[in-house]
C-alpha cells in the first residue's frame, strides 16, 4: 500500500531543488521551511494496465518536511525520518523498522533531495486560477514517466495523475487540504497495550 498511496507526497516535495526556478515549487518549499506542515484527506486508487484491476483507499494524511503520517481505515503508518512505525488494527499489531528513504519511492526526504535531472518540468496556468504542474521523462530507467499535479490558488493539491513506467495509472485526489503550523502530535503514534510489537530495528 505504501508506494501506491505516498504518491501523494509528489505534490509537496517533487522538483524543490532541481526546479527551484517554479513559482509555485518555489512557494511550497517556503512553506515547509518555514514551519508548516500539511495535512489533507485523500482517495487513492491505482489501475493496473494489464488486468485492470482498481485498487482503492483513502484516509487522511500529514506531510512535514522530514516525515508523514498517513491513516487509512486498515493501518496507520508514522515516520519521523529516521523511524518507520506501523500499526494494523486487525492484527493489533506494530511492527517498528529503521527508516529507509531509498526504498520509499514518494517519502518526503527522498524528494527533498529533487527530482532526477531527466525530468523536465512545465507549469501552466488555468482559466479557474488553478495552475496544473507536468513532470515529464524519457529515461528508460524513470520510475514514472508523466507525472501532472493541479494546485490551486493557495498552494493546496487538488489532484496527482501519474503514469508509471508500466503503463499503470495512479490517481489521488485531494479534499479539506490545509498548511498549520507543524505539531508534533500530529506524528506520534497511539496503540493498544496489548498489541504485538515487532522491532526490527536490531535484526
Known amino acids: 500500500m505504501r508506494n501506491g498511496l505516498l504518491l501523494i507526497c509528489i505534490v509537496i516535495f517533487a522538483s524543490f531543488q532541481a526546479h527551484a526556478q517554479s513559482s509555485v515549487f518555489e512557494q511550497i ?3 515547509f521551511a518555514q514551519g508548516q506542515m500539511y495535512e489533507s484527506r485523500f482517495e487513492h486508487q491505482f489501475i493496473d494496465s494489464y488486468t485492470g484491476e ?3 483507499n483513502s484516509g487522511t494524511l ?23 512505525k506501523a500499526y494494523e488494527e486487525a492484527r493489533n499489531r506494530l511492527i517498528i523498522s529503521p527508516y529507509e528513504p531509498e526504498d520509499d519511492s514518494f517519502g518526503p526526504s527522498r524528494f527533498l533531495s529533487g527530482v532526477d535531472s531527466t525530468y523536465q518540468l512545465t507549469e501552466k496556468k488555468n482559466d479557474d486560477g488553478t495552475t496544473t504542474i507536468i513532470l515529464t521523462s524519457t529515461d528508460d530507467f524513470a520510475e514514472y514517466t508523466q507525472v501532472e499535479i493541479w494546485v490551486d490558488q493557495v498552494l493546496r493539491p487538488l489532484l496527482i495523475i501519474a503514469i508509471d513506467s508500466s503503463e499503470n495509472e495512479i490517481s489521488t485526489r485531494f ?23 515487532i522491532d526490527m530495528r536490531f535484526e
Open 54 to 56: 482498481v485498487q482503492e
Open 62 to 84: 500529514v506531510i512535514d518536511s522530514v516525515g508523514y503520517r498517513l491513516e487509512t481505515d486498515a493501518q496507520v503508518i508514522v515516520v519521523d525520518g529516521k523511524l518507520s
Open 29 to 31: 518549499k517556503d512553506k
Open 175 to 197: 479534499s479539506a487540504g490545509g498548511y498549520k503550523p507543524r505539531n508534533p502530535a500530529s506524528f506520534e503514534l497511539d496503540f493498544p497495550d496489548d498489541a504485538e510489537i
